[in-house]
T-cell receptor, first 111, second 112 residues
Framework: DVKVTQSSRYLVKRTGEKVFLECVQD?????MFWYRQDPGLGLRLIYF???????EKGDIPEGYSVSREKKERFSLILESASTNQTSMYLC??????????FGNGTRLTVT | RKEVEQDPGPFNVPEGATVAFNCTYS??????FFWYRQDCRKEPKLLMS???SGNEDGRFTAQLNRASQYISLLIRDSKLSDSATYLC?????????????FGSGTQLTVLP
């Protein structure tokens, strides 16, 4: 079974803090993704990576950056957290046309 | 028109009922299709892939209609534990992983 692990289930941060969300997958997948999910807006792609050190902007990259130094790890960085970044963050990985496998999510609250 | 549209829901059905959801997609070149289940405040989990010939997994049946560009999910003999939000996911092309498109989800509540 594919396992995608996000480092934190719940995080509370203050406005202006730098926030790191970590994601690790154990299936040697090429592709990794960061989404956020908000009520009424569904899942929105922030960034994705198709290989080590490769990244591509998704639909809502503003205010975020990512890092993929190793194939199994994909980090999402909020350089200066803002209250409108309060959300559920979901990491996922996949290979080719296989289904997405999601991590268990990080619920981030920015106060 | 949205790329992927789902029945808005919510669907409230009694235990034992049969319920069906549809999901339409706009890109006729779409290659692969999936149904996910998402419980409240949890991550989406793969329920089943959707194959061209249709496929069944226990009480769940998924079908693809390429001519009309929709996929469907049928749940027979609904259980209380089937209560969740069901998301359809469409992969428009083999080449780009980025273009996975999600429906907004259909909420199902199975009532005792």
């Amino acid at each position: 079974d594919v396992k995608v692990t996000q480092s934190s289930r719940y995080l509370v941060k203050r406005t202006g803090e730098k926030v790191f969300l970590e994601c690790v997958q154990d299936m040697d997948h090429e592709n990794m993704f960061w989404y956020r999910q908000d009520p009424g807006l569904g899942l929105r792609l922030i960034y994705f990576s198709y290989d080590v050190k490769m990244k591509e902007k998704g639909d809502i990259p503003e205010g975020y950056s990512v890092s993929r130094e190793k194939k199994e790890r994909f980090s999402l960085i909020l350089e200066s957290a803002s209250t409108n970044q309060t959300s559920m963050y979901l990491c996922a990985s996949k290979e080719g046309s296989s289904p997405l496998h999601f991590g268990n999510g990080t619920r981030l609250t920015v106060t | 028109r949205k790329e992927v549209e789902q029945d808005p829901g919510p669907f409230n059905v009694p235990e034992g009922a049969t319920v069906a959801f549809n999901c339409t997609y706009s890109n006729s070149a779409s290659q692969s299709f999936f149904w996910y289940r998402q419980d409240c405040r949890k991550e989406p989990k793969l329920l089943m892939s959707v194959y061209s010939s249709g496929n069944e997994d226990g009480r769940f049946t998924a079908q693809l209609n390429r001519a009309s560009q929709y996929i469907s999910l049928l749940i027979r003999d609904s259980k209380l534990s089937d209560s969740a939000t069901y998301l359809c996911v469409v992969n428009p092309s083999i080449g780009s992983a980025r273009q996975l498109t999600f429906g907004s989800g259909t909420q199902l509540t199975v009532l005792p």
